[in-house]
């Protein structure tokens, strides 16, 4: 199992970016497969981004594509969402997640989640 700490949440106006990153604990982080779910206020949590352990395939939701970057660096057990053009649809609390399997939008949901980050962009 993996323990997932978020951080570089905030508060951002309409067209700005903010970059979140997910501090990862465990020995066998680069054997995870990772990505970013979101919940809004009253909705469901849906798929943001996931990326294989290698790193060389990446997967987005249609509504950020263009506009985020998942990335990760298993050097320092840490992954990354790049968020730009955000837009007052963004604003959630987002999750840093991870599993052995691929994480994409038709995956079951993942078994290690963090506590999540609060993303508000104002209009």
């Known amino acids: 199992q993996v323990q997932l700490v978020e951080s570089g949440g905030g508060l951002v106006q309409a067209g700005g970016s903010l970059r979140l990153s997910c501090a990862a604990s465990g020995r066998t982080f680069n054997r995870y497969a990772m990505g970013w779910f979101r919940q809004a206020p009253g909705k469901e949590r849906e798929f943001v981004a996931g990326i294989t352990w290698s790193g060389l395939s990446r997967s987005y939701a249609d509504s950020v594509k263009g506009r985020f970057t998942i990335s990760r660096d298993n050097v320092k057990n840490t992954m990354y969402l790049q968020m730009n053009s955000l837009k007052p649809e963004d604003t959630a609390v987002y999750y840093c997640?991870?599993?052995?399997?691929?994480?994409?939008?038709?995956?079951?949901?993942?078994?290690?989640w963090g506590p999540g980050t609060q993303v508000t962009v104002s209009s």
């Open positions: 997640v991870a599993d052995i399997k691929p994480i994409t939008s038709a995956s079951p949901p993942p078994f290690n």
